[in-house]
């Protein structure tokens, strides 16, 4: 009964060092997202994926970059982090049916310093 | 382009006291909609959908309706516990998986 798993729950950064999150889904879902949650701005889309191989941009995609190798994977990578990307990033996926909920991880708290 | 709007919080109750969360929307086409609860600490999860126009979802008390002449589908529950503090989004669906969210309402249910 897993669904979503997000790794690590929290990580505090320096600015300009780099991680990557880790999402995987085990309810062979098509489509991935990634968003960011700041506080009361509910959430914004990073990027997305249609299936391994396949990726698009969202709305605010910059100082990130994703890749999606198998369906079950879609880690998210920041690159040379700012104070600004200092937030909670939550990883879904979904079937590609319009009346079929999007299912959530629990959140990566990640502080920039 | 299609968005949903959503009242801002926070929104402060007594236990037992009815529960109103507005939402309408601008969509074009048969969008699906849905409510999503986040409990502090945790990712979003289901509340209900509707998919269709005057269907109407229901779980754990709680209700809305697909009004498609007012576009709205607003949350309610006859008697809030102390237990459904927490944000709850609006969202719509359409097309392959395009989701538009709200910018989320915090309720606090106080004892």
């Known amino acids: 009964n897993a669904g979503v798993t997000q790794t690590p729950k929290f990580r505090i950064l320096k600015i300009g060092q780099s991680m990557t999150l880790q999402c995987t889904q085990d309810m062979n879902h098509n489509y991935m997202y990634w968003y960011r949650q700041d506080p009361g701005m509910g959430l914004k889309l990073i990027y997305y994926?249609?299936?391994?191989?396949?990726?698009d941009k969202g709305e605010v995609p910059n100082g990130y970059n994703v890749s999606r190798s198998t369906t079950e994977d879609f880690p998210l990578r920041l690159e040379l982090a700012a104070p600004s990307q200092t937030s909670v990033y939550f990883c879904?996926?979904?079937?590609?049916?319009?009346?079929?909920?999007?299912?959530f991880g629990d959140g990566t708290r990640l502080s920039i310093l | 382009g299609n968005s949903v709007t959503q009242m801002e919080g926070p929104v402060t109750l007594s236990e037992e006291a009815f529960l109103t969360i507005n939402c309408t929307y601008t969509?074009?086409?048969?969008?699906?909609l849905f409510w999503y609860v986040q409990y502090p600490g945790e990712g979003l999860q289901l509340l209900l959908k509707?998919?269709?126009?005057?269907d109407k979802g229901s779980n754990k008390g709680f209700e809305a309706t697909y009004r498609k002449e007012t576009t709205s589908f607003h949350l309610e529950k006859g008697s809030v516990q102390v237990s459904d503090s927490a944000v709850y989004f609006c969202?719509?669906?359409?097309?392959?998986?395009?989701?538009?969210f709200g910018i989320g309402t915090k309720l606090q249910v106080i004892p």
């Open positions: 969509a074009t086409g048969y969008p699906s």
């Open positions: 509707a998919t269709k126009a005057d």
């Open positions: 994926s249609v299936g391994a191989g396949i990726t």
């Open positions: 969202a719509l669906s359409w097309g392959y998986q395009k989701v538009t």
């Open positions: 879904a996926s979904s079937s590609d049916r319009r009346d079929q909920p999007q299912h």
